[in-house]
């Protein structure tokens, strides 16, 4: 019996290399080389040995469309497309087809694109399948036809977890398969308008003897989806899993390959769900749409700003508490208003500590500096504690005024003034710059209930919006003179 020959491929640039290395020679992370098994020439399967060789090379759009079967290479130039002008080609302006949920089509930019393919990652448990299976209920309604394929609940898992979400109809048709070829042989069959497959680390290739899940398992099998999609047309959802560190399992090249790259993200103790696009390239990438987990599955939030909003932003007792302000964030299109909460408390150790929850660390450490040498604000003993209210991420500049202003506040012991909200991004010179769309965040904040926005700005009051230059006008113009004693 022939010994099967290895090499390690990179999980992050597909570099391959003979023997293990630490280190990627191409990109330079460390710990990314995975073994993979080449595939043996002399055992055949389904579509040969031969075939799967040059399947890469040999097969068009128009063969993943109609089938799989290995072309004869002399053939494969008449079965190919010829060149046309781009000017001949039809213009399908309003061809978008509409998920019939609002929130993903948002994030989409208005729907899905025939002949796409969509790259849906996030971690387990987070709500991935009851995503798909509400998408699928909504097309199916619509009256269009859907297949999903799943690698890893059986058909009966998915007719419970249809029945709960009440997605049970009869356009929708279920596999539980994890072979590529079988799934593909499906979609010839049964013409479907969208495909889901879930997942694509548990499928496999029969002429790949790697398990499934290794790098070329889930490259080829990519590779097919994406064939099928383009050749169809037909719209091809993929599951894909994530990392501990949250980027997507698998090689690099695979996020290079589809058309849209979707991360649906939430902490399992919060109900809300956000799905961020990371990559699309039929519409913008900065789009966030807002689920909350609810027994009968995934509903859409229309208003964000409320849910991550306590009960008492209108002025009430919890804003006289130090340590807590609130943003007007930009997420996509629009305006998320959040409450950022700090804590700030005398440390027992060598090493302050600096946490962060909902912001980034980087940008915490850096306001904590500026606050400290350019506002007088005494943090080098103390830890530091910061969280958005309501487990939402927040990563434009903007956060940056109401972190600071959250922080000082508890610091100096001296609750904010009612009724502001903030949108600056601080500098390293503790000037305050100015952040994009400044009038919709004021808007978004006055029908809210408060009574104006600190930004950059001249000085002065101009209606709502109260401007500022430096971080030391901001904290002096928010921050109520120190309690007394014997306040509680």
């Not at 009440?166 to 279920?174: K, N, S």
């Not at 130090?322 to 700030?344: F, K, M, S, Y």
Request: glycine share 12%; net charge neutral.
């Amino acid at each position: 019996m022939p010994q099967q020959q290895t090499k390690y491929v990179c999980n992050e640039c597909g570099y391959e290399a003979p023997r293990w290395l630490g280190r990627c020679p191409e990109c330079g992370r460390w710990g990314t080389l995975a073994e993979t098994v080449l595939p043996d020439a002399g055992v055949s399967s389904g579509v040969g040995r031969a075939g799967a060789q040059a399947r890469r090379g040999g097969r068009s759009r128009r063969q993943a469309a109609v089938g799989t079967e290995a072309l004869d290479p002399s053939l494969a130039g008449e079965l190919t497309e010829r060149p046309v002008p781009i000017t001949e080609l039809p213009a399908d302006a309003g061809s978008r087809l509409r998920t019939g949920v609002g929130e993903v089509d948002l994030v989409l930019g208005g729907g899905l694109v025939p002949g796409s393919c969509l790259l849906l990652a996030g971690d387990p448990g987070v709500g991935k399948s009851t995503l798909l299976l509400a998408i699928a209920s909504a097309l199916t309604r619509a009256g269009r036809r859907v297949l999903y394929v799943s690698g890893e609940e059986s058909a009966a898992q998915l007719r419970l977890r249809a029945g709960r979400i009440a997605a049970l109809h009869p356009e929708l048709l279920v596999m539980a398969e994890t072979n590529v070829l079988a799934a593909v042989a499906a979609v010839r069959s049964t013409g479907p308008d969208v495909m889901i497959v879930d997942s694509v680390q548990t499928l496999y290739h029969p002429d790949i003897s790697s398990p499934p899940g290794s790098v070329a398992q889930v490259r080829e099998c990519a590779a097919l989806l994406v064939d099928v999609a383009k050749g169809l047309p037909a719209v091809v959802w993929i599951v894909g899993h994530v990392t501990k560190d949250g980027s997507v399992a698998g090689p690099r090249l695979l996020e290079h390959m589809v058309d849209v790259v979707l991360q649906f993200e939430g902490e399992r103790t919060y109900p809300y769900r956000i799905l961020r696009g990371l990559k699309n390239r039929f519409g913008a990438t900065d789009e966030i749409g807002i689920f909350e987990m609810a027994d009968a599955g995934l509903q859409e939030v229309s208003n964000p700003s409320q849910v991550f909003l306590s009960d008492h932003t209108g002025g009430g007792p919890l804003l006289a508490v130090p340590g807590t302000a609130v943003t007007a964030a930009i997420e996509g299109r629009r305006v998320i208003c959040a409450e950022v909460q700090a804590l700030v408390v005398a440390s027992p150790w060598g090493a302050p500590r600096r946490t962060a929850m909902g912001v980034d660390a980087n940008r915490l450490a850096l306001i904590i500096a500026v606050l400290e040498r350019r506002a007088g604000v005494r943090l080098i003993d103390r830890d530091v504690y910061v969280k958005v209210a309501g487990g939402v991420k927040l990563v434009e500049p903007g956060v940056d005024l109401a972190v600071a202003v959250a922080v000082a506040s508890a610091g100096l012991d001296r609750a904010v003034r009612p009724g502001l909200a903030f949108a600056g991004e601080i500098g390293l010179r503790g000037e305050i710059r100015g952040v994009a769309r400044q009038e919709q965040r004021l808007r978004e904040a006055v029908k809210l209930g408060f009574e104006g926005l600190v930004a950059r700005g001249s000085g002065g009051r101009q209606g709502g919006l109260i401007g500022v230059s430096a971080l030391g006008d901001a904290l002096a113009l928010s921050l109520e003179r120190p309690r007394r004693a014997g306040d509680a």
